[in-house]
């Protein structure tokens, strides 16, 4: 009865905002009365930033990043080590990455992570061609950066064994107690990892 | 030099969501990562429904509550108590008071609360038209539903001092303890209105 009493187009965006991640259906109505109170430059502008979003931009056809040019701007920049290569995830993990500023070479972005749950597996992700990549590239070391959680690991460890012979060095992220953190409210195996991989001062 | 490394397309979209009330940095680079991995339809959906918000709703000419037909279903409904009028601040209050099935009269939707740190006067809400409407109707009850917050408060004040004389019954909704909370983490002015509105079993 109470869906009844919302126009049609209002309950329809608030459908639409509800189907996003982390956005439940008081969320949802929130953001959709915000939109109907502002100016009509709000919802519109929000519309074409979405229209344009899949309209213009692609992979990269090296790296598989999101991308606007063919290749990617980090793909294209000649000043950053081609013989370093992180392998990520997902496009969000490079920006985490690039942000840190503490990596200057070359990305490939798995687009997932091998998951038998979700029935996700190599095959579903950018894996033969990173393959492909590593052996045509001069690529000294490969940092296996996907993300600390079992489907992370078990992606790492698959690549780990596919790319043995095909490349000299590979790495993982170290894994210790987060900056800023709290030793007291620290996850028992986050400090167990931190413990097995103290560094001499 | 992190924000270059988006494609300007996927940029906007981040800034758009960042514009909502709610969604940080972080949540509209998720949000937006989210669509750019999901199905075109999701996005364009969503854009879909974002022009035709504004396009097809505006505010019913009795009640300014949001609708597609003026005067909208609650104004036109014939079964519903002509004598017994709730005035709200926003149309998600006509949504919430709706939802509790506890009101069958009509609403009246003032748009805002009056807020002199906001400069927001008593002419910037729908309460000249909440007075002509009192005035010609044939109202026998009207619960001044504003927020129990500062601005709702004054609101109520103002609006009773308005309507004193034109109606003969005003009420306020009441304030107490709420349904499933703990009274032990209830703040000291609610528990104080609980106390002082304790009511005889």
Known sequence: MARNIL????????????????????????????????????????????????????????????????????????ARDPT?????EEPLDVVAIERSRAFNGRYHVLHGAISPVEG?????????????????????EIILATNPTLEGESTALYLQRRLTGVTIKMTR???????????????????GRAVEGRQEL
């Open 173 to 191: 992220l170290a894994r210790g107690l987060p900056v800023g953190g709290d030793l007291e409210y620290t996850d028992e195996i986050t400090l």
């Open 7 to 78: 126009p049609r187009t209002v309950q329809r965006l608030i459908d639409e905002f509800a189907r996003l991640p982390g956005i439940g259906p008081k969320s949802a109505s929130r953001l959709t009365f915000y939109l109907l109170r502002g100016t009509d430059n709000l919802a519109l502008d929000l519309a074409t930033a979405l229209q344009e979003l899949k309209a213009h931009t692609r992979f990269c056809s090296i790296c598989f990043n999101i991308t606007e040019a063919d290749p990617c701007v980090i793909c294209g920049d000649e």
């Open 120 to 140: 996700i597996g190599p095959e579903d992700l950018k894996i033969a061609e990173l393959v492909g990549r590593v052996q045509q590239g001069a690529f000294k």
């Open 84 to 88: 370093l290569l992180c392998v990520v």
